[in-house]
């Protein structure tokens, strides 16, 4: 009995000794419970750290309160933030630590050379040193409702060209929706600009520092958005909503031709009745060097400052345990977000997971298509989260009719540099 109880107390004594790892993330649902599962294989593979991951709501939610708590002396190790948050993060002086430096500190094996360049690169300084540490990333594709285009006689549509003559076949064929997006600045501005190899801002897309201005009213993106509009005026393109609520109308089968994220996918399959396939996004072939390479979405994990050295080397046994070829490899298969790493990749290709689910290499082939150019490596402008909308409600005018492409973009830009000079006014 004494044993027994000695041996309680030694086991409970063991466990208290534990240190804690606060992750607070945004992903909910199916989603959420795959971080719990990462959590809790990563506490199993090791007995000094314990990492407790909190659902703090949505991205903009999660950044404001991890900020906020930073102030209070009680943040998380660990924050979850979507990419369009970085400079916001970059900006917030001694709230992060650039994760090279913890990996470094902790003597843990790290190589940015070992993910993939397009992932890598958008969270990276002009240095080449890692800021935050990537975490679930996606891309735009382009899906088609095969059994459709085949009873119209068309082929998937490459250029947007191509696009726009199979929309109107759909149309005069009976189709009443056509085509449809999700994510309408994150595809059709941002991802466009990185496929077509044109900025979207100065200074590297910001990336290059303060200072920055719009250039989202380029002739082309005025091309692309007016094209847009004027398919919205012939029922060729009906406007979902600024998030995901295209997805629903293409897996519903309401929709044969879409827009929008890698990680669209999973809902995909589970509704759609019909044979579907994901690939590239149209391009605009009379532009030179296109198609270059599209960007990621999705978010990476920051840490935050003001914890004791002990904590950070924990935290840096996770990036290490996330690393792993083959937890890269699960999270990759199960969720729809790209692998991370190079070794992750090349380990999927090997199972024969891509000749079964070829969608999910196409995203990976789309994000390396050619090697990352200083428009097609990603985008850093403080408070974008308020520059995007700004963007969506300019598109939505010319989508609705109520402007013309080139005064929208130029309204966009002119608004949009308003909130770079307020941001910046605020962090210098």
């Not at 897309?205 to 005026?233: C, I, W, Y």
């Not at 997971?353 to 490596?377: D, F, H, V, W």
């Amino acid at each position: 009995m004494i044993r027994t109880l000695a041996a309680f107390l030694l086991c409970s004594a063991s466990a208290h000794a534990q240190t804690e790892i606060q992750w607070w993330h945004s992903m909910g649902g199916a989603l959420g419970e795959k971080v719990n599962e990462l959590a809790g294989k990563f506490n199993a593979s090791q007995k000094d750290y314990k990492l407790m991951p909190v659902y703090k709501g949505q991205y903009p939610e999660s950044m404001t309160a991890a900020i906020a708590a930073f102030r209070a002396g009680n943040a998380p190790h660990i924050l979850q933030v979507f990419e369009v948050g970085t400079a916001t993060m970059m900006a917030a002086k001694g709230a992060v630590v650039p994760v090279a430096k913890v990996m470094a500190d902790a003597g843990e094996p790290f190589d940015p050379k070992a993910y993939l360049p397009t992932v890598s690169g958008y969270y990276t300084d002009l240095k080449g040193n890692m800021l935050s540490f990537p975490f679930n990333s996606s891309t735009a594709l382009f899906y088609t409702n095969d059994d459709v285009l085949k009873k119209a006689g068309l082929a998937a549509p490459k250029t947007w060209k191509e696009f726009h003559a199979a929309a109107e076949k759909l149309k005069a064929s009976g189709q009443q929706c056509v085509y449809t997006t999700a994510w309408p600045s994150w595809v059709h501005i941002e991802n466009f600009s990185a496929w077509h190899n044109v900025p979207i801002g100065t200074k590297q897309n910001g990336m290059g520092g303060f200072d920055t201005q719009f250039t989202v009213n380029s002739p082309l993106h005025v091309r692309h958005v007016a094209m847009l509009g004027e398919m919205a005026k012939k029922g060729l393109f009906t406007y979902a909503g600024r998030t995901n609520q295209g997805d629903a109308k293409f897996s519903s089968g309401e929709c044969p031709l879409f827009t929008g994220s890698a990680s669209a996918q999973a809902g995909i399959k589970k509704a759609a009745k019909f044979h579907w396939t994901a690939h590239f996004l149209p391009y605009y072939d009379d532009v030179k060097g296109a198609p270059q390479n599209s960007i990621i979405g999705g978010a990476s994990l920051w840490v935050m400052g003001g914890k004791k050295p002990g904590d950070y080397r924990g935290v840096a046994k996770f990036f290490a345990f996330l690393s792993r070829p083959e937890v890269q490899m699960d999270f990759h298969t199960s969720t729809g977000y790209v692998p991370i790493t190079l070794a992750a990749y090349q380990m999927t290709r090997k199972t024969g997971y891509y000749e079964q689910n070829p969608g999910a290499e196409t995203t990976i082939k789309q994000l390396t298509n050619k090697t990352p150019t200083e428009n097609s490596k990603g985008l850093r402008f403080g408070n974008f989260v308020q520059g995007r909308e700004v963007i969506e409600e300019e598109m939505e005018a010319v989508f609705s009719g109520r402007k013309e492409a080139k005064p929208a973009l130029d309204d966009a830009v002119r608004r949009g540099n308003e909130i770079l000079r307020k941001f910046e006014a605020t962090t210098r």
